[in-house]
Structure formats: structure tokens, C-alpha cells
């Protein structure tokens, strides 16, 4: 992560409010995806579909991604 970008999300990545609320966010669209995966039988959806939920994890570890870069 780009220093620059990763000072501009340390306001969110420690927020005790905003945070949580985020990360809720983000479990709620993996749950979604998974639906969608268990539920595709096209293999070119699938592969999507687990990328998709693979981007949603980096959200997951948003704090630490944004302090380590921020260093």
C-alpha cells in the first residue's frame, strides 16, 4: 500500500466507530458471495465470485494494512 493512500485511510482504519461498522459490512458481502458461490455452476463465476470474496478479506485487515504502510 502507497504511504500516501495509507495516511488517508488511517482515520477510518482506527476509528472505534467506524471500523466495526466496515467490518460488519464486509462479513455481510462474503456471506453474500458464498451464497452465490455455492449456488454457480459456471467456472468462470466462480472464479470471480472467490476473487471476490478474496478482496473483500484484504478489507478485513484494513488496520493493520494502513498502519504498516503508513510507516
Known amino acids: 500500500m502507497q504511504k500516501e493512500v495509507a495516511k488517508k485511510l488511517m482515520p477510518l482504519a482506527?476509528?472505534?466507530?467506524?471500523?466495526?461498522?466496515?467490518q460488519l459490512y464486509v462479513e455481510d458481502r462474503i456471506e453474500t458471495m458464498r451464497g452465490y458461490l455455492e449456488n454457480t455452476k459456471e467456472h468462470t463465476k466462480i472464479l470471480e465470485i472467490q476473487g471476490a470474496i478474496a478482496e473483500l478479506r484484504r478489507f478485513q485487515t484494513l488496520r493493520e494494512q494502513a498502519i504498516e504502510g503508513a510507516k
Open 14 to 22: 482506527t476509528s472505534p466507530e467506524l471500523y466495526p461498522i466496515l
